[in-house]
């Protein structure tokens, strides 16, 4: 389903919906002049004037994030028909929402997996390597539900949570670096496609994007240990300092 990303089908001919001529523009309607919304199978990608690439210009997508937000602010249509702000109201919304997921790194990289397998959330898994130390962490957050009320217990349940802490976000860190060099791959090999929009991947391709998608599953889990990590700590913080 690689085809469906990254390509230039927002500018395939499609037609008006007030005059029914076709049209090839993102905005408006060569014949009537009348706004035109965001297609509905149209890609982040495509709409920002991007390739399917993971490592992209930040300054360039802002540049394009402020360029389409003109175009579609609401407040240029409040003299327009009723169909047309609804229309500047609908892509407005598109087009923040893309910006927001494609400024972001991990965002960028579970949409682009969503749009070549057609899948939805990419569920959270813990990293298999990590299972004693997870359980260790869950009995350890079990003690601080019940503060102990003995100082030095305390402080050394408030020792074992920060040391976890320091080496779950060390892992945590060790992921982004992990994507950043598979995003890397990634681009490098559709640099190299003859076909960017082929439906095809290479088998190396799909290695890389199960690696990617890996990475992220683990993410998500080891954000919400670090999470409880936190809450942890501020717990017998708050209750230290009563």
Request: with cysteine.
């Amino acid at each position: 389903m690689i085809n469906r990303v990254g390509r230039t089908e927002l500018l395939t001919k499609r037609t008006c919906w007030k005059c029914g001529a076709e049209i090839e523009s993102l905005s408006l309607c060569d014949r009537c002049a009348a706004l035109q919304p965001i297609p509905a199978e149209a890609d982040y990608f495509t709409l920002f004037h991007l390739g399917a690439q993971l490592k992209i210009d930040l300054p360039q997508l802002q540049a394009k994030f402020y360029e389409l937000s003109r175009a579609f602010h609401p407040d240029f249509y409040q003299k327009k028909s009723a169909e047309e702000q609804a229309i500047s109201l609908e892509n407005s919304a598109i087009v923040n929402k893309a910006y927001r997921t494609l400024r972001d790194p991990v965002q960028r990289a579970e949409y682009l997996i969503q749009r070549v397998e057609g899948g939805g959330a990419i569920s959270t898994e813990a990293p298999a390597d990590l299972f004693d130390e997870i359980f260790e962490v869950q009995e350890l957050l079990e003690e601080a539900k019940e503060v102990p009320s003995d100082p030095a217990e305390r402080d050394r349940l408030l020792r074992a949570l920060r040391e976890a802490q320091v080496k779950f976000e060390a892992r945590q860190e060790e992921g982004r670096q992990a994507l950043d060099q598979f995003s890397s791959e990634w681009d490098r090999l559709q640099d190299a496609r003859h076909n960017p929009g082929d439906a095809d991947l290479s088998e190396e391709q799909k290695r890389i994007l199960a690696e990617i998608k890996r990475i992220l599953s683990h993410r998500g889990y080891l954000e919400r240990v670090i999470d409880n990590l936190e809450a942890g700590i501020e717990k017998l913080k708050g209750e230290k300092g009563t």
